[in-house]
């Protein structure tokens, strides 16, 4: 434990110190992608069903992420993007913020761009923030953003940009800046934010760094897609999964015109471009995370090791290569301030580490274990940490327990499944055994005691979770028929 201790000070010490901006140079531009509900077996670098060709190029020209983790939904994912921390340590680990939930990530986290601001940089934020919108203060343009085009909660129509209340009354969610957006009624939202983000890039001044922050809405549910995307799919005799491959495509080509316009602007010069998920895919819709096991809400690594890959023109010694060091979406955020040249200084208390030496020369990972989510008040306390090669499941992973074949003709949808009984505890080798196929808890039940001790010690970090009820009060027809903040 001492010995622990002197070890982890060491290396936070070194940290703050042993990774330094190449002297002169400017800060690189950011892009950060997020596709959201897109699996572990839905791009063409893994499964040659789906047609990715822009993702696949940027992936094998850059540094494929084998171990790359996020949260198990949404809203706790974007929030480690945002501050590199833990959702348990932040009160959004029980789960998304529902668009009538007065819930939102605390004031008190300086986001990823109000740091990135500090250090010179302008932020913008093209697509969906899912981290609370009931007061304004806790909206996009008042955290760092100098704009916003998109929503605030999830799951909309990628036509119409309504989403549904409890009673499927539906309503707009889409603005620019503050102002709700009407007029693109009808547009596909890959096509819209694809437009906003290359408008970004073409009036850029280039004197200052960018952070172009893009969590784009594809391809969540519902499954929706122009029909020149389907019929590049037309090999898929299931009808949802061919749509579904379709909204990838969309996606894909979105970022095609986007990487396009970076290199035409010259942009592309000296820029680091991140794409991943936001969580593993929702088998249950379309998706597919083979060889995984689970899907999208559980703890199982089908709902939290994430399809992720990083692409540089100039800042990668090493590239073109599978990089499977330990990577969690809590380190994006010390990363990318490391990388502008950042001072580390606070950073003791924050659950991401710097990982520049590790992705952009393919140095060791700085990191040996993580939380994978400790729920508080929902799902019974159930909670899951990583460590060296070992994984500890507290109590249920989830439903979707499964290795969920690709979808195909004629089968009938995945429904829910009931929860399954599972032991107290469970644990995996997830280094000879990715795919959890084998518990070895009562196998190693000493390992377990000191797997337990460690998950004690990371759960007195944390914080009880955000779970308001919804409030009547968010109903959009106090605000013109569409959802606003104001009421909290
Ligand atoms: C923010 O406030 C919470 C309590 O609400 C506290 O636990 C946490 O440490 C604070 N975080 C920061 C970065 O100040
Ligand atoms: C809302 O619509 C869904 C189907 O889309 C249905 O299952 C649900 O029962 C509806 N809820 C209400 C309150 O009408
Ligand atoms: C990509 O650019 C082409 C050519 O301008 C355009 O037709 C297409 O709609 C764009 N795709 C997306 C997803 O925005
Ligand atoms: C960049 O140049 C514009 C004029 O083109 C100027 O207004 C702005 O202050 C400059 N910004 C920085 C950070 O130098
Ligand atoms: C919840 O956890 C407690 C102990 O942690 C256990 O006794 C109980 O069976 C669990 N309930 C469910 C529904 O899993
Ligand atoms: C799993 O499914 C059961 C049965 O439908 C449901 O009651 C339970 O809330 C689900 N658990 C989770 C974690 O979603
Ligand atoms: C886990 O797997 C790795 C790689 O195969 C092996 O070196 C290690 O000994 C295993 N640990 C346990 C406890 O089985
Ligand atoms: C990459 O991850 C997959 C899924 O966990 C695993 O099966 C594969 O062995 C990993 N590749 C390497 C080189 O570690
Ligand atoms: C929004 O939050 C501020 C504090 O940040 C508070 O003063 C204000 O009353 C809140 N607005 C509403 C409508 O509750």
Known sequence: MVKGCFLLLLYYTCLASCYTNPKGAAPPNFIFIVADDLGWNDVGFRNPQMRTPNLDRLAHEGVILNSSYVQPVCSPSRSCFMTGYFPYRTGLQDGVVNVEQPKFLPLNFTTLPEALNQLGYVSHIVGKWHLGYCNWSYTPTYRGFQSFLGYYSGAEDYYTHYRKDTFNYTSLDFRTDKAPLTTRRGEYSANIFAKKAIDIIRSHKQNQSLFLYLPFQSVHEPLQVPGEYEDRCNHIQDLHRRIYCGMVNALDEAVGNITDALVETGLMENLLMVFTTDNGGPTYVAANNLPLRGAKTTLWEGGTKGTAFIYSKNLLTKKGYLNTGMM????????????????????????????????????????????????????????????????????????????????????????????????????FNITSDPTEHFDLSAKYPELVDEMKVKLEEWRKRGIPAQNPPKDPKSNPANYGGVWSPGWC
């Open 328 to 427: 969690h979406a809590v380190d994006w955020y010390p990363t990318l301030l490391q990388i502008a040249g950042g001072d580390l200084g606070n950073i003791i208390d924050r659950d991401g580490v710097g990982q520049a030496d590790m992705l952009l020369n393919g140095g060791p990972s700085k990191r040996d274990g993580f939380v994978y989510n400790y729920y508080s008040g929902k799902r019974n306390g159930s909670a899951a940490i990583r460590y060296g090669h070992l994984k500890l499941i507290q109590g249920s992973p989830g439903n979707y327990s499964d290795w969920t074949p690709l979808p195909k003709l004629g089968q009938e949808p995945l429904v829910l499944e009931d929860e399954i009984e599972f032991p107290p505890y469970m644990l």
